[in-house]
Nanobody
């Protein structure tokens, strides 16, 4: 079955950086659009960004543009989220997701979800 396993979360001070990774299995990764989402306590899930199956196209949520970068390695079946200039408001559980489409922006197009990894940014 499809499994998505996030790693790399933790506690970081404001202004710092973290790199999240998501290892995928059970799917044809090179055909799969991948996305990152986050959810803070008491808030709705928010799209962080996504990347097309071949890595050619990316999109980012307005709140993270210019600070976060998504990349993928199809040889290793992994997608990464590099987070720089972190702010306390970036504190959330971050989820990796996979879409049967080669590129998906809307969260409803993502079929598979990881368990999430906590990112906490202290002020």
């Amino acid at each position: 079955q499809v499994q998505l396993l996030e790693s790399g979360g933790g506690l970081v001070q404001a202004g710092g950086s973290l790199r999240l990774s998501c290892a995928a299995s059970g799917l044809t990764f090179s055909n799969t659009g991948m996305g990152w989402f986050r959810q803070a306590p008491g808030k709705e899930r928010e799209s962080v960004g996504g990347i097309s199956n071949n890595g050619r196209y990316t999109y980012y949520g307005e709140s993270v543009k210019g600070r976060f970068t998504i990349s993928r390695d199809n040889a290793k079946n992994t997608v990464s989220l590099q987070m720089n200039s972190l702010k306390p408001e970036d504190t959330a559980v971050y989820y990796c997701a996979a879409s049967p489409r080669s590129y998906a922006i809307v969260s409803s197009l993502y079929t598979y979800w990881g368990q999430g990894t906590q990112v906490t940014v202290s002020s």
